[in-house]
């Protein structure tokens, strides 16, 4: 074998997993290798023991309310999907997106206080009292 130790050969090897000549190969390590013969034994000896324990029979009603639970696991699951597709539309919609505008804002502004009249536009005329007197040019 490639490898210093059979590892998880040897519970292939147990339960008839590998390839004739797999098996071999792993029989042949084991052959040589006291680590692994003392592993591939332990793990035979506790499968005999867990396969040498007697069957238990369920508790009374064990059954019934198994299969009464089924419906409360899915309805568990699906809310939960459900809580996480809500925080994910509400997280996407409510990330601020930087949205470019053509032709910028600034454009317009610029164009229109070139032509605008200040004396015939009630709204410009106001603009000197909402400026700070530090800001005034």
Same mark, same amino acid.
């Given at each position: 074998?490639?490898?210093?130790?059979?590892?998880?050969?040897?519970?292939?090897?147990?339960?008839?997993?590998?390839?004739?000549?797999?098996?071999? #190969?792993? +029989?042949?390590?084991?052959?040589?290798?006291? %680590?692994?013969? @003392?592993?591939? $034994? !332990? =793990? *035979?000896?506790?499968?005999?023991?867990?396969?040498?324990?007697?069957?238990?029979?369920?508790?009374?009603?064990?059954?019934?309310?198994?299969? #009464?639970? +089924?419906?409360?696991?899915?309805?568990?699951? %699906?809310?939960? @999907?459900?809580? $996480? !597709? =809500? *925080?994910?539309?509400?997280?996407?919609?409510?990330?601020?997106?930087?949205?470019?505008?053509?032709?910028?804002?600034?454009?317009?502004?610029?164009?229109?206080?070139?032509?605008?009249?200040?004396?015939?536009?009630?709204?410009?005329?106001?603009?000197?009292?909402?400026?700070?007197?530090?800001?005034?040019?």
């Amino acid at each position: 074998m490639n490898e210093p130790h059979a590892g998880g050969a040897l519970s292939a090897l147990l339960d008839g997993e590998l390839t004739a000549a797999e098996a071999d #190969r792993v +029989r042949a390590h084991v052959a040589s290798c006291p %680590a692994c013969a @003392a592993e591939l $034994a !332990a =793990a *035979s000896d506790g499968r005999a023991m867990v396969q040498g324990l007697p069957a238990v029979d369920p508790p009374l009603g064990f059954y019934d309310r198994m299969l #009464r639970g +089924r419906p409360r696991w899915r309805a568990g699951v %699906a809310g939960i @999907a459900a809580a $996480a !597709a =809500a *925080s994910l539309a509400v997280v996407g919609v409510s990330v601020p997106r930087e949205r470019q505008v053509r032709p910028p804002v600034s454009n317009f502004v610029e164009a229109h206080a070139v032509t605008a009249s200040v004396s015939a536009d009630p709204v410009s005329q106001l603009v000197p009292i909402a400026i700070p007197v530090s800001f005034r040019p």
